[in-house]
């Protein structure tokens, strides 16, 4: 008979999908708020807003575990950190400019993305079935695209930038998972985004550099505003909402086997078209759809061999969406 120790949380994998699909619904509720605001404040205002009402969260997740190695400087969490910042970055700006379901669906390439980088970086080792599933991946990116010869809309490629970029923070995560914690990663990444975001915030935020207001980069370059109202309270949600979300995974890889909740990261693809369709009235194309069957097809297959090779796609709690 096996004994289970007492600090041991004893499997329960109903409640780990029901509370990770959950999480990832949150997250997206965050994209949605983003998007709705986003012609109207700078995206480093938001990072700003967003990291001042989430940090207490953070703070408080650190000290109830009681564990000093989280609020310890580590260079690997600080790269991290660095690395989320230009993630979220690119993240916003895409979604500012592309409707919901495109953002989401090209962000989930980082799976591709670990799996590919993890071979020269951390010299794993990758099966051919795996780099199979990475092409396929891949070609639906190049679907959902959709490449012109004569232009490919930049905002689709601040998506997949988005993507590398978490993709490239994970694999700082899984070679650094031993010495930081996860609340460490987490503090780490919201002090550097509250840094940047504040830097950026001073050198461009009266709008000097906006020139005429229009474009893509806009979001990054127009002034500082203000909020209030309904826009105050959905701006000051957006720290809260991340920390509820960040939770409510954390729960759900505490209490459930990583091989059997991860997969349920990819429910918010739905979740996304969803919300896309009814507060902002798109539809993903035909080859969104198509490029979205073969991105989630091989992540999923990813997921499920690293699985079967005893390995997470990420050490620690492995969520591919962005997170603190």
Known sequence: ??????????????????????????????????????????????????????????????????????????????????????????????????????????????PLFITALSVPFLHEKVGPRR?????????????VMRPDVAAIDPAMILALASALFYGASMLVTRAGGGRVPSTGFALHSMVMLFLLSSVIGLTVGDGR???????????????????TGWDALLLCAIGPIS????LLLAEAYRIAPVSIVTPFEFSSLPVAVLFGFLFFGDLPATATWIGLAMILGAGLYIVH???VQGRKVVRGWPPMRPRL
């Open 305 to 307: 061999r690293e699985a």
């Open 131 to 143: 780099w199979l599933a990475v092409l396929v991946g891949f070609a639906g990116v190049v679907v």
């Open 243 to 246: 920390a509820a979300g960040f």
């Open 1 to 110: 008979m096996t004994v289970r120790s007492p600090t041991t949380a004893p499997d329960a994998p109903l409640r780990g999908m029901a509370l990770l699909t959950l999480g990832v619904c949150i997250f997206v509720s965050q994209d949605v708020i983003i998007k709705e605001l986003s012609g109207g404040y700078p995206v480093h205002e938001m990072l700003w807003i967003r990291c001042i009402t989430g940090l207490p969260f953070v703070l408080l997740l650190a000290w109830r575990q009681g564990n000093p190695a989280a609020f310890r400087v580590h260079r690997l969490a600080l790269m991290r950190g660095l690395l989320h910042f230009i993630s979220f970055t690119c993240y916003y700006l895409a979604l500012a400019m592309l409707p919901l379901a495109e953002v989401v669906t090209l962000y989930y390439a980082n």
């Open 209 to 227: 550099y906006m020139g005429d207001g229009t474009g893509l980069f806009a979001f990054l370059l127009r002034p500082w505003l203000m909020p």
